[in-house]
Nanobody, 120 residues
Framework: QVQLVQSGGGLVEPGGSVRLSCAAS????????VEWYRQPPGTQHVDQRE????????????YYPDSVKGRLAISRDKIKNACDLQMNSLKPEDTAVYYC?????????WGQGTQVTVSG
């Protein structure tokens, strides 16, 4: 059974940094495309989640939307069977619940979500 468990996040001041981690069990995460999404405050539907980073499973190709490019960095930790998201120069508008998603052969698995609040 594939399970993704997220850690990290919390309250951080504007301009600060936080690191999120998405650890997998029941499978080898490096085989999967992994994406990080965020759900802004006041939204609930999955369709309202915004993609903020992607790393592909085959060649580890990385993508960021312009809204976060230069501030976020996605990486794999193959020893921990995890995918991390380093978030720097945080802004209040980065406040959201962040989710990781792993995809392979049209099957999706989601982490439980972790709150990041940028305030100070």
């Amino acid at each position: 059974q594939v399970q993704l468990v997220q850690s990290g996040g919390g309250l951080v001041e504007p301009g600060g940094s936080v690191r999120l981690s998405c650890a997998a069990s029941g499978t080898t995460l490096s085989l999967y495309d992994v994406e990080w999404y965020r759900q802004p405050p006041g939204t609930q539907h999955v369709d309202q989640r915004e993609l903020v980073a992607r790393i592909t499973g085959l060649y580890d190709e990385i993508y960021y939307p312009d809204s976060v490019k230069g501030r976020l960095a996605i990486s794999r930790d193959k020893i921990k069977n995890a995918c991390d998201l380093q978030m720097n120069s945080l802004k209040p508008e980065d406040t959201a619940v962040y989710y990781c998603k792993a995809t392979r052969i049209s099957r999706d698995f989601w982490g439980q979500g972790t709150q990041v609040t940028v305030s100070g």
